[in-house]
């Protein structure tokens, strides 16, 4: 039994997204169907922050973006040396990113 071709995806990334968003804040809801998870970025002094882009995804879609981000941080880590975490007593709580509420 011959082995099938691997398929190839043709991406298309269009002006506006080939410059990105900024995000330093994300929160993470979700429902037994769906993940929902909103990029927001907050600036110090600002008592708001907007979403800047909402990522809806299915559950098995989050499990292999959480397992495709191990594993890229896994390689950058090994390229770059460990990213460090700061989280002191001083850091305020309510900002980075978070996954700890629910729909």
């Known amino acids: 039994m011959n082995p099938q071709p691997e398929k190839q995806i043709n991406i298309e990334l269009g002006e506006a997204e080939a410059e990105g968003i900024y995000s330093n804040l994300v929160l993470i809801t979700h429902s037994p169907a769906e993940f929902v998870i909103d990029f927001t970025r907050i600036l110090p002094g600002k008592p708001k922050a907007k979403v800047y882009s909402r990522i809806i995804m299915a559950p098995q879609h989050a499990k292999s973006l959480l397992r495709a981000l191990e594993d890229n941080i896994k390689k950058y880590e090994s390229q770059f040396g460990e990213i460090k975490v700061h ?10 990113f978070h996954g700890d509420k629910t729909e």
């Open 87 to 96: 989280a002191g007593p001083d850091q305020d709580k309510s900002f980075g």
